[in-house]
């Protein structure tokens, strides 16, 4: 089966569609998003969701490491080479404080990625929604939770729209628990439903 997505031309109103860019502008344009959005960027990651592309961007990557715009960086872990701006390299960042919580999607950029994540968070999260329930182990669609700089559980969530609740269907700690960082993440589940509150009003 065959499906057309037509979504794009409806939004702007195409009488016909554009052309794709040629190979070297588009893969330009991968590795500068990359660069600005990841900081330290792989093959893998500067072309997620366009392999395609592989190639070219291989080349421009060499073609920075050439005019010393990149540097190679060889991370532990992985075989796979990555690349830094140089500036990157000579910066002091602060360590995270583990009071900053995100619930995240599945489909966050910092976690759709499934290989990147599990390299630097060490944490490979599981979609289940397809999953029969008793092969789930996270939950139908459970949502990472980040704090700090570190995974610390997953939430599978529901929204009741008609009794504005929001509902924890499981709760799966994958980092150690604690009441401090429990109580941190209960009151950012707050401001979640508060969103989707708000969101389901929009709609309505």
Not at 64 to 77: F, I, M, S
Not at 106 to 135: C, G, N, S, T, W
Not at 166 to 176: F, S
Request: hydrophobic share 45%.
């Amino acid at each position: 089966m065959v499906k057309t997505y037509e979504l794009a031309t409806r939004h702007f109103g195409w009488r016909r569609r554009p052309q794709a860019p040629p190979g070297k502008p588009f893969a330009q344009y991968l590795l500068q998003r990359a660069l600005q959005s990841q900081g330290i960027v792989s093959l893998d990651s500067i072309c997620y969701g366009n392999p395609q592309e592989k190639a070219m961007a291989k080349k421009l990557v060499d073609a920075a490491v050439k005019r010393r715009e990149l540097v190679a960086v060889h991370l532990e872990g992985t075989k796979n080479l990555h690349w830094v701006a140089p500036p990157w390299l000579e910066t002091a960042f602060e360590p995270v404080s583990d009071l900053r919580v995100h619930i995240l999607s599945p489909f966050d950029p910092l976690v759709i990625q499934r290989k990147r994540l599990a390299l630097f968070f060490d944490y490979e999260h599981r979609f289940e929604a397809y999953l029969p329930a008793d092969k789930r182990v996270l939950g139908y669609f459970a949502l990472p939770v980040l704090a700090g700089d570190e995974i610390v559980a997953a939430l599978d969530l529901k929204m009741d729209r008609h009794a504005k609740k929001l509902w924890v269907q499981k709760w799966t700690w994958i980092a150690k628990q604690s009441k401090t960082r429990k109580a941190l993440i209960e009151d950012e589940l707050h401001r979640f439903e508060q969103f989707q509150k708000q969101s389901a009003m929009n709609k309505g």
